[in-house]
């Protein structure tokens, strides 16, 4: 049992040997009792979808069961826009399978992530992390089903130009080095994360790279594991924390903006999707036939009815319209397919051919393949960006999957017939297909109004508070599109450091 622990990076997984969906209050003393520890953290994700930061100094063992038990008070009005000065007390309590030993602090540190309680201690309606809760409990209560999902993070490192070994513009996928100069980084980068919990499934460097005054600019990408969305979402958000710590450190900077300049790839955030039986087992093909499942396909279909309106949670800045542009491997039309960067949803390939790719590429290896290779499979979208909050993104998808449940299964199963295409819409013999398929919004003004129009699906089964989906789209209404037109340098710069 003790085995499937050992190769974990984080410390506390290794200490207790257990998964840290197990972890107990006891669990977390022990640890820090026999570790040294001197100091808790508390992170929780506001408004604005940064992670904010409460320390305490641990004095003794009766405060150490307190904080872990009761948690803290905070000022809610200084972290939602929505909560009035006048009631604006609310509880952070600690959720302890996401604590780690903070790599950035210099006493030695645990950290937790946590959620929060309203003064009648009842989680937080409009919390996102309990968003997405709620989010994926009504996913499986429609479906029988679990939500799992993971997130390939983009972004930009900033660092002087040494004009050594320049890669070639908008070519550096999967660059090694010297012609790639921030490797090195991104490996730390990983390193750090998986300390810190996160399931890491690769990283790589990635198409963007340019020079502008002066400055080298350099895209990666770091992608994850499917797990629990609600795991995942937590992931992400200490994934963004411990890059940018890191970069403050080295004297580099990130960004995570989806448009940085023109004619440059920008940078998403895709998040892939993976259906999930009660064994625990992938359901996303059926035994009899070949491709995806008919469960997958109803799910795909609902991403396809409300694309429009999941904008308004995945791009949520004026530069997130600049990177939903033809012919920069962003999708701009609702449309999914196999393999296929042009569409808006896309399944990769999934290890469901017969061959022995293993025995061929090594020959001295006789042995058949023990893995379940359709374990593998995932279907992603392709429109969200880090401007994102990834709770309220990850929700977002939730609620549309679940969506195409609720649908008649043969209307959903037409809907995923009628949106599939097996071309790149985006060639000219193409354009008669690509006229009759719905666009994305090109706006933030745009994705608020279909945002409205499908306010009652997000709401249903309390999922989206009703006056949480109007206070979305009221701040997609603030920003100005004639402004975003006339002025996008003014917009980049504005929105470096989203999200």
Known sequence: MEKQFQLSKNALVGFLKKAPGDFTQQDIINFISANGIEMINFMYPAGDGRLKTLNFVINDLAYLETILSLGERVDGSSLFSFIGAGSSDLYVVPRYRTAFVDPFAPLPTLTMLCSFFDKDGKPLASSPEYVLDKACQAFTKQTGLSFHAMGELEYYVITDDDKTFPATDQRGYHESAPFAKTNDFRTLCMSYIARCGGQIKYGHSEVGNFTLNGKKYEQNEIEFLPVDARDAADQLMIAKWVIRNLAAREGFNVTFAPKITTGKAGSGLHIHMKLVDKDGQSAMHDDFREGLSSAARRAIAGLMKLAPAITAFGNTVPTSYFRLVPHQEAPTNICWGDRNRSVLVRVPLGWTGN????????????????????????????????????????????????????????????????????????????????????????????????LDERTDVFAACDVFPEDMLRAIAAELRKFNTAEAAKNPNLLVERHFHCG
């Open 355 to 450: 061959g022995n790719m293993c025995g061929i590429a090594n020959p001295c290896e006789t042995k058949a393949s023990a893995h379940d290779t359709k374990q593998k499979q995932t279907f992603e979208i392709r429109s969200a960006d880090c401007s994102a909050n990834v709770y309220l993104l990850l929700a977002s998808l939730a609620v549309a999957t679940r969506y195409g449940f609720e649908m008649d299964e043969n209307e959903a199963l037409q809907i995923a017939s009628d949106f599939y295409v097996d071309v790149d819409i985006h060639k000219p013999e193409n354009a008669e297909r690509l006229a009759k398929l719905p666009t994305l919004p090109v706006s933030c003004a745009d994705s608020a109004y279909c």
